[in-house]
């Protein structure tokens, strides 16, 4: 299987996951991940998830207006017309399940108290719920000084591969949390994306690109 889709379809499941944490219901067809009301900030409010998907044909399955962001998944879509710009462009990666370079793991994050001071240290405060903590999908991890949590990453499994996201490094090397991310899981095929200047440090630790994608948004 293609892996841009793979890492697409475990990026879709994290968007779901945080959509349902908020309570809004989303749908998922062999085309699109969709919510159909406005997703929380930062996600978006579709993805594709195969290439040559119709541009118009989505935009009818959510709220199209200003604010509405769209995954490009393949960088494919032309969404101007509609009155969309291109907010960014990434790249999917990928690292296969081989033996990880030397880095501290991770901390498990496994309480309500503990995903605050994570979520505090990330910027995106109320955006993570404790709901997070309950789905047996969802690792939330950190590297932690006296401080609490200085830095950290989000790791979603489900078909075979997990998926690296929201990793942050504000005050620490970003390679260090990579490698400490490789640590925690160690021998497993991971896939994400990273935009420059970020997906520097993740091609250092053994990532690979798979491909282009591009965040679209209606201002």
Not at 61 to 87: C, M, N
Not at 109 to 131: I, N
């Amino acid at each position: 299987m293609d892996l841009r889709v793979v890492a697409a379809l475990d990026n879709a499941r994290w968007c779901g996951i945080v959509c349902d944490s908020h309570g809004l219901r989303s749908v998922t067809d062999t085309d699109t991940w969709s919510v159909a009301r406005r997703s929380p900030p930062w996600y978006p409010d579709a993805v594709t998830l195969r290439p040559g998907i119709d541009g118009d044909a989505l935009l009818t399955r959510i709220d199209a207006g200003p604010g509405a962001s769209v995954k490009d998944s393949f960088a494919d879509l032309d969404l101007t017309e509609h009155g969309f710009r291109v907010l960014f462009d990434a790249q999917w990666i990928h690292r296969p399940p081989v033996d990880p370079p030397v880095g501290t793991p991770l901390t498990p994050v496994t309480t309500p108290a503990g995903l605050a001071a994570w979520a505090a240290a990330h910027g995106g405060g109320e955006l993570f719920r404790p709901a997070l903590l309950d789905d047996p999908r969802v690792r939330i991890l950190a590297h932690c000084d006296d401080s609490g949590a200085v830095a950290g990453g989000v790791i979603v499994s489900g078909d075979g591969v997990y998926g690296v996201s929201n990793l942050f490094a504000h005050t620490v090397d970003p390679a260090e949390i990579w490698l400490g991310l490789l640590a925690t899981l160690p021998r497993v095929p991971l896939v994400g994306y990273e935009a420059d200047p970020e997906l520097a440090p993740a091609l250092a630790a053994g990532f690979t690109r798979l491909g282009p994608l591009r965040v679209w948004l209606h201002d």
